[in-house]
């Protein structure tokens, strides 16, 4: 087991950047598109590259096919599990389910202020889609079959997740 890494916000994000659209085109990356995902200069992506390759999170592929690949360690760094099958828990936005999307984790915050309930959706995948006051529902979850309701409240870039707020929380056993 390594040791976590600490990266910094714009690393974090060039990492998450990598990792979301790997597993999107299951080949390389090119330093171009990592900037167009997470809204920065590719001079910027390109020098934190060295660093991340230098930590041993991102493989650079050089080659006109080349470009960057995610290292085992870059999940760990991102305390990702690079899951083969993972749960499938369904998320739709707007109405619309999103297909490829993953949930990586869902934390409730403000439980004990019920009028602020609020849910932090981790993803796998792409956050750019999504605009403050969406629609989205996540569920339900492979065991407790939660489902949450919400209303978009705003984006935490840094930990590719959507913060809803709750508009209903709903499992099975509450028929």
Known sequence: MMTAIDL???????????VNLHRESESTVKGEAIAEEIDRNPGTVRNQMQTLTSLQLVEGV??????YRPT????????????????????????????????????????????LCR?????????????????VTVGPTPLSKLRIEGTLDGKDD??????????????????
């Open 8 to 18: 910094n916000p714009a690393q974090k994000r060039i990492l998450e950047g990598l």
């Open 62 to 67: 050089p080659g006109p096919k080349g470009g």
């Open 72 to 115: 085992a360690d870059a999940y760990d760094a991102l305390q990702l599990q690079e899951m083969e099958q993972p749960a499938n828990v369904p998320l739709r936005h707007n109405g619309d389910r999103v297909a490829g999307a993953n949930i990586q984790q869902i934390d409730l915050t403000s439980v004990h202020h019920p009028e």
């Open 119 to 135: 849910a932090e959706i981790r993803l796998q995948g792409s956050i750019n889609p999504y605009h403050e006051g969406d629609a």
């Open 158 to 175: 840094t930990n590719n997740s959507l913060i809803l707020t709750i508009d209903q929380m709903t499992t099975p056993n509450d028929g």
